[in-house]
């Protein structure tokens, strides 16, 4: 599963964030063309490269016109949902701005409508955050982790006056998350970064088990001496672990297609990446029997999953959920039986062994080839899986 992890020992802020994508190979003319969808003023991302600390990092700056307006989240959601950005970009910012609003009608003991943004709901902030969005989407993120949180210490000049580092905002943004606080002054955790990284990340700990793509560095606004002021992002490949993991679930009721149709489309579906699919009998209006059909997918195919099923099927409308599924922890070992080489998968909690699986394509091929039962198989490669378990065991 392809993994973001945010090493945030230098906290994070909404260009920092943008910075780090950028390093790590987000192209930045995609990405203004992306955010220009938006359809706000005009803006501008200036890229360049400095040092921090001797670390070699991006800094990203956004630069807009002057503005006076305070926005409310139905401002936001406005310009977000009306913009022609893919469905799984403007549901990812949209959950960021609504969690930021949550925390600041907390602070403030209002009803979250009535949350005027303030320094965050000014336009860079909408830049930074959906661009963010925008910059997972390209990277093909599928899972996200953080570091515990470094928040920084002192005192930093907010809309409402001076207040403590973490600011008021952060700290419930933080809320349930591990944060730490040493000796260097100033504000390491900003409201956006904390919205963010707050809002899709699910852990907080070292860095998970990986094998390492990628690694960027988003440069903040202030130079320490010998503390390198970045956020450090780190791309790779982690396996599926037991735990749970978020998903788009699709589903569509259809009571005029033909069956045909229906049997292509689930083939289409896992082709294109589809993690499950089926079909349900089921009665609609006018006592008409029909099919709903579901898929299970990454969040990040969602629209590519949508898109088929429009494309293929007459319905008009999709449902779209997002669920949560527990998994064991998977790996696929390789058995010798009388009828050759069998690769077996198995379901693990630990070091225990919960299910195990013969290869039905292995299985099938071995059967045809030896003009044996397709059991018979089955039961040979799952007779050497036990005896080489065994013998694993007793060593």
């Known amino acids: 599963m392809r993994t973001l992890y945010f090493d945030c020992f230098a906290g994070a802020s909404g260009n920092m964030i943008l910075?780090?994508?950028?390093?790590?190979?987000?192209?930045?003319?995609k990405l203004v063309a992306e955010l220009q969808k938006l359809e706000i003023a005009d803006f501008d991302l200036k890229v360049e490269t400095v040092n921090r600390s001797g670390i070699a990092s991006t800094y990203v700056d956004v630069r807009i016109a002057p503005e006076h307006s305070h926005r409310h989240l139905d401002d936001i959601e406005r310009i977000i949902s009306g913009s022609s950005l893919s469905g799984r970009v403007k549901e990812r910012a949209i959950s960021i701005f609504t969690r930021l609003a949550e925390a600041e009608a907390r602070v403030h003991g209002i009803d979250v409508r009535k949350v005027h943004f303030h320094e965050v709901g000014a336009l860079d902030a909408i830049i930074d955050v959906v661009g963010a969005c925008i910059g997972f989407e390209l990277l093909?993120?599928?899972?996200?982790?953080?570091?515990?949180?470094?928040?920084?210490?002192?005192?930093?000049?907010?809309?409402?006056?001076?207040?403590?580092?973490?600011?008021?905002?952060?700290?419930?943004?933080?809320?349930?998350?591990?944060?730490?606080?040493?000796?260097?002054?100033?504000?390491?955790?900003?409201?956006?970064?904390?919205?963010i990284i707050s809002t899709v990340c699910d852990t907080y700990d070292k860095i998970?088990?990986?094998?390492?793509?990628?690694?960027?560095y988003g440069a903040g606004t202030r130079n320490y001496e010998k503390f390198p002021n970045v956020l450090r992002v780190i791309v790779g490949e982690t396996s599926v672990r037991h735990g749970s993991a978020r998903l788009a679930l699709l589903e569509?009721?259809?009571?005029?297609?033909?069956?045909?149709?229906?049997?292509?489309?689930?083939e289409k579906a896992f082709q294109t990446g589809a993690l499950d699919a089926w079909f349900t009998p089921i009665q609609m209006k006018k006592n008409r029997p029909a099919t709903m059909l579901s898929i299970l997918c990454e969040e990040s195919q969602l629209d590519e999953m949508s898109e088929?099923?429009?494309?293929?099927?007459?319905?008009?409308g999709i449902r779209q959920t997002s669920v949560e599924r527990s998994c064991l922890e998977r790996d696929i070992v390789t058995v010798n039986c009388e009828f050759g080489i069998i690769d077996v998968k198995i379901a693990r909690v630990g070091d225990r062994v919960i299910n195990a699986m013969p290869e039905y394509e292995h299985v099938r091929r071995a059967a045809i080839e030896h003009d044996v039962p397709f059991k018979v198989v089955a039961s040979a490669a799952?007779?050497?899986?036990?005896?080489?378990?065994?013998?694993?065991?007793?060593?």
Do not use: W
């Open 308 to 316: 088929l099923i429009y494309a293929e099927t007459t319905t008009i």
């Open 382 to 395: 799952m007779s050497a899986f036990d005896k080489e378990n065994a013998v694993a065991a007793s060593t």
């Open 19 to 29: 910075g780090a994508l950028i390093a790590l190979g987000v192209d930045r003319g």
């Open 208 to 216: 998970p088990e990986m094998t390492v793509e990628q690694t960027g």
């Open 140 to 195: 093909g993120i599928e899972a996200f982790a953080c570091s515990k949180i470094h928040v920084g210490s002192g005192f930093v000049d907010i809309a409402h006056g001076k207040f403590p580092v973490p600011p008021p905002a952060v700290t419930e943004l933080l809320a349930g998350i591990p944060i730490y606080s040493t000796e260097i002054a100033g504000e390491l955790m900003t409201p956006t970064g904390a919205a």
């Open 252 to 266: 569509t009721n259809i009571d005029d297609a033909s069956p045909q149709i229906l049997g292509y489309v689930m």
